[in-house]
């Protein structure tokens, strides 16, 4: 059975931490792995991760692949109260004619002041 | 059971043109997310949508885009006076609930639009 776990569930910060968020997974015809950040109803789209190795950097925060573990980190640095968010990690697979997105139960992060 | 219908495949629009883009959930589902992928790009969340309900539109550009999923029919992008920076792949995923936790979200095969 397709699955992707993230860890920790949640995560209760100060104000200028650095936190690391993990994000394993046990899929067949792996595509690529993504990272989002949930404040309201939709997700939005933070990185996607295709090839092993490469950080890819958004500002303060910045992600990264390893195919061989099976696994994927976010990194968020001197982290501010507006990083408070679930931050959801998802597979997606190639699955016949379509593209199956499996999801992680998610990370809750709260920056306190 | 069909999985995410999306058409068409390819969409070619001169400037100016009007595109439609139709996504149809697979069966029992009801919630909608278009997405933009850009060459060497992640998906990119548009709008997410339920039956006759726009959720949360704020990955939508404030012209030209707007987007529907009345309660009978595929949900539809519309995207006016195309430019050629719309030429994109435009894909739709649905789920059977909400995008609470834990909730597999299937994709179309994508549209890609090519404004000449």
């Known amino acids: 059975e397709d699955k992707v776990v993230q860890s920790p569930l949640s995560l209760v910060v100060h104000e200028g931490d650095t936190v690391t968020l993990n994000c394993s997974y046990e899929?067949?015809?792996?595509?690529?792995l993504l990272w989002y950040k949930q404040e309201k109803k939709a997700p939005t789209f933070l990185f996607m991760l295709?090839?092993s190795g490469i950080e890819k950097k958004s500002g303060r925060l910045s992600s990264i692949l390893d195919k061989k573990e099976l696994f994927s980190i976010l990194n968020i640095t001197a982290t501010q109260t507006g990083d408070s968010a679930v931050y959801l990690c998802?597979?997606?697979?190639?699955?016949?004619?379509?593209?199956?997105?499996?999801w992680g139960l998610g990370t809750s992060l709260a920056v306190n002041p | 059971n069909a999985g995410v219908m999306q058409n068409p495949r390819h969409l070619v629009r001169r400037r100016g043109q009007e595109a439609r883009l139709r996504c149809s959930p697979m069966k029992g589902h009801s919630h909608v997310y278009w997405y933009r992928q850009l060459p060497e790009e992640g998906l990119k969340f548009m709008v997410y949508l339920q039956k006759e309900n726009i959720i949360d539109e704020s990955g939508m550009p404030k012209e030209r885009f707007s987007a529907e999923f009345p309660k009978e029919g595929p949900s539809i992008l519309r995207i006016q006076q195309v430019v050629r920076g719309d030429s994109a792949a435009y894909f739709c995923?649905?789920?059977?609930?909400?995008?609470?936790?834990?909730?597999?979200?299937?994709f179309g095969q994508g549209t890609r639009l090519t404004v000449v």
């Open positions: 295709t090839s």
């Open positions: 995923a649905s789920s059977r609930s909400g995008t609470g936790l834990n909730t597999e979200a299937f």
């Open positions: 899929v067949t015809n792996f595509r690529s």
């Open positions: 998802a597979v997606l697979l190639n699955a016949g004619n379509n593209r199956k997105l499996i």
